[in-house]
């Protein structure tokens, strides 16, 4: 199918296979009485005025951009969108301020899912994940990175980056998978971590890189789950047999996870509201791109956001994500995590579109492929019912989404 958007209000190419950083992510590439011009799954052209209509055939599909706002297709570059059951029954305690850890050490938070995930079929498994995958297309999603860590034994895990397989096979949005076994300590080894932590480097990482179930690797460097030293075993020892580093750092407590980001040369690390100007230096130097996560600063009720300006000022690359979860964050809207990233990280809106689409391809390296829209790049585009960048800020609580269009198809259409 070839598509013509013409009469482009607002065209938001974020131009640029590279990551992002300081000044020039308020340079969202805008441009203005725009067209964009598909041909099968690629970008063919773009331009400004009537240079649209010599590409026009009788059997090409027009869409009327006037007063639109079109963007790359949103990318989502942290998620543990694979997983069973929720956990509502939580609210009560975060409201009588139990802690993240307290509840974990309670056995609720991440292992009471892993409970859920754990018993499911992977079948019932597939479908559940498949309609979060939905409202995320809906939403502008076009490409997620997805995490296992709901299930803390080798026949879940391997259950879970099956899923992942499945529905980057079948459903429209790309699935990218990361190998996160060491999300928690599973209640079976609550008394041997340290026989969690060999199960993990002996048997789940060779069984999981022979059969090609994961590109990357995580680890939850925190206080209370795993220690620095404990996640440099566990990464350095995936990054022996060829997954690419991505680390949760920092999101509850300083334990100097960013500084091990720099330190392994990770593709990112992710969370950082407790990141160290230290530790900020070091995702500079090292080129690590920050993965943010405001909706979970907010739903864990925080009262303190990542410092998305320190970061850019210092140089980091900074992406935004969801953290679509169970516990933390149980929303699949990326333009949810917009609002969050505005009113409470005081990101701009250029930074903001920046972050969810170039940058957020640079953390799990498909920059090459998409996150703007420039000639021979994947055709992933959404097409927003708002006259500019601003307003689609602006205006939080609704789907502004109109249309997206995924590998050049039209998958969502009002």
Same mark, same amino acid.
């Given at each position: ?13 974020? !131009?640029? /296979? *590279?990551?992002? +950083? ?13 067209? $964009?011009?598909? @041909?099968?799954? +690629? ?18 599909? #027009? ?19 694979? *997983?069973?059951? =929720? ?6 305690? !975060? ?42 297309? !809906? ?6 990175? /997805? +995490? ?14 099956? $899923? ?8 429209? #949005?790309?699935? %990218? =998978?990361? &190998? ?6 599973? +209640? ?9 932590? @060999? ?8 069984? #999981? ?6 590109? &990357? ?41 960013? @500084? ?12 950082? $509201? ?14 690590? %791109?920050?993965?943010?996560?405001? /909706?979970? =600063? ?11 300006? !320190? ?25 949810? %995590? ?30 090459? @492929? #998409? ?22 800020? *602006? ?20």
């Amino acid at each position: 199918m070839d598509i013509v958007i013409k009469n482009i209000e607002c065209l938001v190419t974020c !131009k640029g /296979s *590279y990551r992002k +950083k300081g000044q020039e992510m308020m340079d969202a590439k805008i441009k203005g009485d725009a067209y $964009v011009v598909i @041909e099968n799954d +690629k970008i063919k052209a773009l331009g400004e005025g009537d240079g649209y209509k010599k590409y026009i055939t009788c059997d090409s599909t #027009i869409i009327d951009g006037h007063f639109k706002t079109v963007t790359p297709g949103l990318i989502d570059p942290h998620t543990h969108v694979v *997983y069973a059951g =929720s956990r509502e029954n939580e609210l009560p305690l !975060k409201l009588n301020k139990a802690g993240y850890i307290e509840i974990l050490n309670s056995g609720g938070g991440i292992l009471s899912t892993v409970n859920d995930t754990r018993t499911i079929k992977i079948k019932q498994l597939v479908e559940e994940s498949g309609k979060r995958l939905n409202i995320m297309l !809906k939403h502008g999603t076009t490409t997620v990175e /997805s +995490k296992s860590g709901y299930g803390l034994n080798l026949q879940t895990e391997v259950k879970i980056l099956e $899923v992942n397989k499945i529905l980057n096979e079948t459903h429209p #949005i790309d699935v %990218v =998978s990361t &190998f996160m076994g060491a999300h928690a300590v599973p +209640k079976e080894y609550k008394m041997d971590r340290e026989g969690y932590i @060999e199960e993990i480097i002996n048997n789940m990482i060779p069984y #999981i890189c022979e059969n090609k179930l994961a590109e &990357f690797i995580d680890c939850f460097c925190e206080k209370g789950v795993f220690s620095v030293d404990e996640c440099r075993r566990i990464l350095m020892a995936g990054e022996k047999l060829g997954l690419k580093i991505k680390i949760h750092a920092d999101e509850v407590e300083t334990i100097n996870g960013a @500084e091990l980001a720099g330190e392994l040369k990770a593709i990112s690390a992710e969370h950082l $509201v407790a990141i160290t100007d230290e530790g900020i230096a070091s995702l500079a130097q090292n080129d690590v %791109v920050a993965v943010l996560l405001p /909706s979970t =600063s907010f739903y864990l009720m925080l009262n303190n956001f990542a410092n998305a300006r !320190k970061m850019i000022e210092q140089g980091v690359t900074v992406a935004l994500a969801t953290d679509c979860n169970p516990g933390t964050s149980p929303t699949e809207s990326l333009q949810t %995590v917009m609002t969050f990233a505005c009113f409470g990280m005081k990101m701009f809106p250029e930074e903001i579109i920046n972050a969810m689409t170039i940058n957020a391809a640079c953390a799990i390296g498909r920059e090459k @492929e #998409i996150g703007s829209i420039e000639i021979g790049k994947k055709a992933d585009i959404v097409i927003f019912d708002s006259r500019n960048l601003n307003y689609l800020i *602006y205006h939080f609580g609704a789907n502004a989404v109109e249309v997206v269009i995924k590998s050049g198809k039209i998958v969502v259409q009002n």
